[in-house]
């Protein structure tokens, strides 16, 4: 199955959205097909956004992913791109 880069980027002043939805969001994570996943930061360190990789059977897939997550349910998100992504390299 082929993966998919999931770039979100949070509305300015936010961060409370997030915290909010933070626990439903991880919970449900748990059961998806995330191949990795994490908050970016701003300049303080305070989360700002995500970058998930996802491995699902196609855009629809991918897109249908994003509609289900707590963060999009909430309205965390001011963007959101998928690509599909192919991995050359990982050193985690």
């Known amino acids: 199955m082929p993966l998919f880069a ?3 980027l949070d509305k300015p002043g936010a961060l409370d959205v997030r915290m909010a939805a933070r ?4 919970a449900w994570a748990k059961d998806q097909p995330l191949k990795i996943g994490g908050p970016f930061l701003d300049e303080k360190g305070d989360m700002a956004g995500s970058l998930i990789i996802i491995e699902v059977a196609d855009l629809a897939a991918a897109k249908a ?5 707590p963060y999009t349910k909430a ?4 963007s959101v791109e ?3 992504f192919r991995l ?3 050193k985690l």
């Open 6 to 8: 999931l770039t979100c």
């Open 23 to 26: 626990q439903d969001h991880l």
């Open 65 to 69: 992913f994003n509609a289900a997550d």
């Open 75 to 78: 309205g965390l998100w001011a």
């Open 82 to 84: 998928i690509r599909p």
């Open 88 to 90: 050359t390299i990982a």
